[in-house]
């Protein structure tokens, strides 16, 4: 059974840097693009930022310049490294991957962990 299991999250003031971590467990056969996505209170769940297998990445325009994503394939994990942070990223943040277990090619969802930006 194939696991995504988040760690990283806290409260952090403004102008602080957080990062999260996403590590993929279980049986399967690759790990395609890994994302970040992130829901807010009251908001519908919104892209952060992904990451192809071979390293290129997008982002949304409200974290350029400020959140880097980035993998260890070897490890099958991914990071979110969010500097500058402002309380209007408090949010639920989920990992999300397509991962193909050879016989099925899907979505996996971590369980989300709570960032909070504030003094």
């Known amino acids: 059974q194939v696991q995504l299991v988040e760690s990283g999250g806290g409260l952090v003031q403004p102008g602080g840097s957080l990062r999260l971590s996403c590590a993929a467990s279980g049986s399967f056969f690759s790990i395609n693009i890994m994302s970040w996505y992130r829901q807010a209170q009251g908001k519908e769940r919104e892209l952060v930022a992904s990451i192809t297998s071979g390293g290129a990445t997008n982002y949304a325009d409200s974290v350029k310049g400020r959140f880097t994503i980035s993998r260890d394939n070897a490890k099958n994990t991914e990071y979110l490294q969010m500097n500058s942070l402002k309380p209007e990223d408090t949010a639920v943040y989920y990992c999300?991957?397509?991962?193909?277990?050879?016989?099925?090619?899907?979505?996996?969802w971590g369980q989300g962990t709570q960032v909070t930006v504030s003094s």
């Open positions: 999300n991957a397509r991962i193909n277990t050879g016989y099925y090619t899907g979505n996996y």
